[in-house]
């Protein structure tokens, strides 16, 4: 079956550094999503890349699809405290459903 | 618009005991799932509805069942529970699985099975 890992798996960083995690698909995708969820919270929808190579950002926030469709990445630049919480990739083939990724928890210390 | 909602918040059961997780949306999305989210796994997907009368097998689906008589709820029932189904459970809903559109999570139930 499809599988989505995520690494790395905990990332802490002081406030102000940049941080990434990535995405790797077993298989090709034909799009993928990133959520954020806060501590005790919920899942998030942030964004949703569809084409190959492309490239979105959300002010501090970049993502990107791999040319190949099978891994993207998230990074944050100058992270704050406000960035804290676990962050998932979910990946779709075709019609089928959504896989999410392992996810990447953040912790920002200030 | 209440978004997407999920009854109990929190539920102790015994093993052995069945119960239903209840969720309802208001935005008239077609799509429907349940999530399993444990510690280091993500979330697994148990369920999933594409409409009314229509449901199908996730990754992990032993142990539960479900049902979509309407548009609007999508109960999750655990029909003997066992302590490997202590997890946080997770709805959510989408207008669409085929188009890839943004699926809206709801607050969560926190499930300890003793």
């Known amino acids: 079956g499809q599988q989505v890992m995520q690494i790395p798996q905990y990332q802490h960083v002081q406030e102000g550094e940049d941080f990434t995690t990535y995405c790797n698909s077993s298989?090709?995708?034909?799009?993928i999503q990133w959520y954020k969820q806060r501590p005790g919270g919920h899942p998030v929808f942030l964004i949703q890349?569809?084409?190959?190579?492309e490239v979105k950002k959300q002010k501090r926030l970049t993502f990107q699809f791999g040319e190949a469709k099978k891994n993207s990445s998230l990074h944050i630049t100058a992270t704050q405290t406000t960035d804290v919480g676990t962050y998932f990739c979910?990946?779709?083939?075709?019609?089928?459903?959504?896989?999410f990724g392992t996810g990447t928890k953040l912790q920002v210390i200030p | 618009n209440a978004g997407v909602t999920q009854t109990p918040k929190f539920q102790v059961l015994k093993t052995g005991q069945s119960m239903t997780l209840q969720c309802a949306q208001d935005?008239?999305?077609?799509?429907m799932s349940w999530y399993r989210q444990d510690p280091g796994m993500g979330l697994r997907l148990i369920h999933y509805?594409?409409?009314?009368?229509?449901?199908d097998q996730g990754e992990v689906p032993n142990g539960y069942n479900v049902s979509r008589s309407t548009t609007e709820d999508f109960p999750l029932r655990l029909l003997s529970a066992a302590p490997s189904q202590t997890s946080v459970y997770f709805c959510?809903?989408?207008?669409?699985?085929?188009?890839?559109?943004?699926?809206?999570f709801g607050p969560g139930t926190r499930l300890t099975v003793t």
């Open positions: 959510a809903s989408s207008l669409t699985s085929g188009e890839g559109y943004e699926q809206y």
């Open positions: 298989t090709t995708l034909s799009n």
């Open positions: 890349l569809v084409k190959s190579g």
């Open positions: 979910a990946g779709r083939r075709g019609y089928q459903k959504v896989t």
């Open positions: 935005m008239n999305h077609e799509y």
């Open positions: 509805s594409v409409g009314a009368g229509i449901t």
